[in-house]
T-cell receptor, first 113, second 113 residues
Framework: QKEVEQDPGPLSVPEGAIVSLNCTYS??????FMWYRQYSRKGPELLMY????GNKEDGRFTAQVDKSSKYISLFIRDSQPSDSATYLC?????????????FGGGTRVLVKP | ETGVTQTPRHLVMGMTNKKSLKCEQH?????MYWYKQSAKKPLELMFV???????ENNSVPSRFSPECPNSSHLFLHLHTLQPEDSALYLC????????????FGQGTRLTVV
């Protein structure tokens, strides 16, 4: 079993729809949760960074963490064609463990005009 | 521009060649990382440097040799690679080794022929 599971997609939505992405994980020690966006032939770009459980909102993006269920989500409201990319979740344990990010495989998102 | 610059962007090399990948970060960070991103696989952490000292080596074959001459520069020296080493090699940096928030470069697309 992979430590972090993420549906590879592709997830195809019409412009303006809400994009819903999620990851599940097995390591209960994870406390830091991140979402990265990666365009084709580019490096990952940090979108959202959250600590422990709860919600965080930034513009059209909302990240949710449910540690009891070992489940994290990213929602993109009013999706645009420019949101078409691969979205990677990443997580790490306590800071004392250093930056050992564990990534999901990524979900490819296509927003159609 | 992400603040982390990688060169070259693309590299094709034969199995007997020796080449080097370069990474430079302009963020004033103290920790730098090499990741490997293969098709249909999650990002894999290869090496971690903190204040120019290697703190992590995730069982990477010796044909990959990192070098960190100062906190702003990171190299990955390549020799006698295999075709299965073809991948996107990503450099990242974070404020400190214990900081989970990482910023990535654009990557070097390596093809071994």
């Amino acid at each position: 079993q992979k430590e972090v599971e993420q549906d590879p997609g592709p997830l195809s939505v019409p412009e303006g729809a809400i994009v819903s992405l999620n990851c599940t994980y097995s390591n209960s020690a994870f406390q830091y949760f991140m979402w990265y966006r990666q365009y084709s032939r580019k490096g990952p770009e940090l979108l959202m960074y959250t600590y422990s459980s709860g919600n965080k909102e930034d513009g059209r993006f909302t990240a949710q963490v449910d540690k009891s269920s070992k489940y994290i989500s990213l929602f993109i409201r009013d999706s645009q064609p420019s949101d078409s990319a691969t979205y990677l979740c990443a997580m790490s344990a306590a800071k004392a463990a250093g930056n050992k990010l564990t990534f999901g495989g990524g979900t490819r998102v296509l927003v159609k005009p | 521009e992400t603040g982390v610059t990688q060169t070259p962007r693309h590299l094709v090399m034969g199995m007997t060649n020796k080449k080097s990948l370069k990474c430079e970060q302009h963020l004033g960070h103290n920790a730098m990382y090499w990741y490997k991103q293969s098709a249909k696989k999650p990002l894999e952490l290869m090496f971690v440097y903190s204040l120019e000292e290697r703190v992590e080596n995730n069982s990477v074959p010796s044909r990959f040799s990192p070098e960190c001459p100062n906190s702003s520069h990171l190299f990955l020296h390549l020799h006698t690679l295999q075709p299965e080493d073809s991948a996107l090699y990503l450099c990242a940096s974070s404020q400190d080794f214990q900081d989970a928030e990482a910023f990535f470069g654009q990557g070097t697309r390596l093809t071994v022929v």
